[in-house]
């Protein structure tokens, strides 16, 4: 970094200090009880995090009242905004009548039956809360299903925070031996290194995000897709598309409807729940039926596997959720986000060729990842999708002091980005949302390049 970059880099962390006081006052009080001040990895942020207040639209306000246009989006569950009318008036109404019922209620029948007339591979469902859970569930599903002990998934593919998919090539701390030993990594896209690992016949279980890993930050394309869905079938291993982010943002079939691919398991979270918890497994009906209640002579059975969770499927997550999806299959919101992240991608790679900058901005669907690797021509995102990028170069390679630099520069400048970076769009995003969001990445880029 130049000394002048320094001294702009500078300038904006103090800027962002005196514009959000009250952040940095809660910030100094949380991080005495909480690891980090903070209660998810990706709300981390130095000199301090931002404290939201409230949300509305594609836009929030945080404790000291700046307004911010937003590209969290609940993580990527709000693709229709925040606090959309019909979902704030469908949860409000289930809460006036019970949160929680410890039984079966209609609401969880709806919305199953909704989520499978979507969703290509879903013949049957179980609710769970988490991505993670549900990931977790699909893996005992597999083993169970097969015969078979170990699990594939690829480098940089996230599938959240459970032993089996948390670690890097080698193992992690607190992650026990066996469970790495009958984990295999291989690198994104090289189908000559699945089929090898394939070839032992002892793999239950191949994890995979459709779209390629972080919602397309390291990009998957269709091709690898239908010659991973032949291989894992050829081979007898179960394979699974990772919606979790995917799901009802690349079509209204998710990514598997999109590239005409049907695995034999999908898990999806975040969207299926309107921004409420929620989440679940869904597949083939065989599959599923690990989860039966058999009988065996005459005798009820337990289920192969078991599965609880306190809060699967609950009134209000169940409300949110049925009220999302309806909106999402019946009008162009899916369009719309799309369009507005292609937008943004478009402006943003301007920005860069006019500065001469060697990064670009690329992505597919509701999405944008802001490449600041120096290594590709100035907004120039197709080298990425022509592996002219390798992928260990897109994801996780910027030091993290780099990407706080440019967060903080957008905070500066109303816009409220990821730390991949990038962001997640809305469908309720307007062109004036469009055109600021581009403006503060040309005046960030000012201060820090």
């Not at 009958?182 to 690992?197: F, G, H, K, Y």
């Not at 309806?326 to 937008?343: L, V």
Request: with cysteine.
């Amino acid at each position: 970094m130049s000394a002048v970059a320094e001294q702009g880099a500078l300038g904006l962390l103090r800027r962002y200090e005196e514009k959000t006081a009250r952040s940095r006052e809660l910030f100094e009080r949380a991080r005495r009880i909480l690891p980090n001040g903070v209660t998810h990895v990706g709300r981390y942020l130095e000199p301090h995090p931002l404290y939201v207040a409230r949300a509305a639209g594609s836009h929030k306000w945080d404790v000291d009242g700046n307004e911010y246009i937003d590209y969290f989006g609940g993580h990527g569950a709000l693709l229709l905004g925040h606090c959309h009318p019909a979902v704030v008036e469908a949860v409000q109404a289930q809460a006036a009548i019970g949160a929680h019922y410890g039984a079966s209620h209609e609401l969880e029948v709806r919305w199953a039956e909704q989520i499978c007339a979507m969703i290509p591979s879903a013949e049957k469902l179980r609710f769970t809360v988490t991505g993670t859970e549900a990931t977790h569930l699909a893996i005992r599903v597999a083993r169970a299903f097969t015969g078979r002990r170990k699990v594939l998934r690829f480098a940089g593919h996230f599938h959240g925070w459970h032993d089996h998919v948390s670690f890097p090539q080698g193992g992690g701390a607190g992650v026990v031996p066996g469970i790495v030993e009958d984990t295999i990594i291989v690198p994104p896209n090289d189908l000559a290194a699945v089929e090898q690992a394939l070839g032992g016949g002892d793999v239950a279980l191949v994890l995979i995000e459709p779209t390629g890993a972080t919602f397309g930050q390291i990009p998957t394309g269709g091709d690898f897709l239908r010659h991973l869905r032949e291989l894992t079938a050829a081979r007898g291993a179960l394979l699974l598309f990772d919606e979790v982010i995917a799901g009802f943002r690349c079509s209204r079939g998710g990514a598997q409807a999109f590239h005409g691919v049907t695995p034999d398991l999908t898990t999806l979270a975040k969207i299926i729940a309107g921004g409420y918890p929620g989440a679940a497994l869904a597949g083939r009906a065989d599959v599923m039926g690990m989860l039966d209640y058999r009988r065996v002579d005459g005798r009820i059975q337990a289920p192969v596997v078991a599965h609880q969770g306190t809060y699967n499927a609950g009134p209000v997550s169940a409300a949110a959720g049925l009220a999302t999806l309806r909106i999402i299959n019946e009008t162009d919101a899916i369009e719309r986000a799309n369009a507005a992240a292609a937008a943004i991608r478009d402006g943003m790679n301007e920005v860069l060729r006019a500065r001469r900058l060697a990064w670009c901005v690329y992505g597919q669907f509701s999405d944008f990842h802001i490449h600041m690797g120096g290594d590709v021509d100035p907004g120039q995102p197709e080298q990425i999708y022509q592996g002219r990028v390798p992928w260990q170069k897109l994801k996780g390679a910027v030091p993290a002091e780099r990407i706080h630099q440019l967060r903080v520069g957008m905070l500066c400048e109303g816009v409220d980005i990821v730390g991949w970076p990038g962001g997640i769009t809305s469908s309720v995003l307007s062109a004036g949302d469009i055109e600021r969001t581009v403006r503060a990445f040309d005046a960030t880029l000012e201060q820090i390049v």
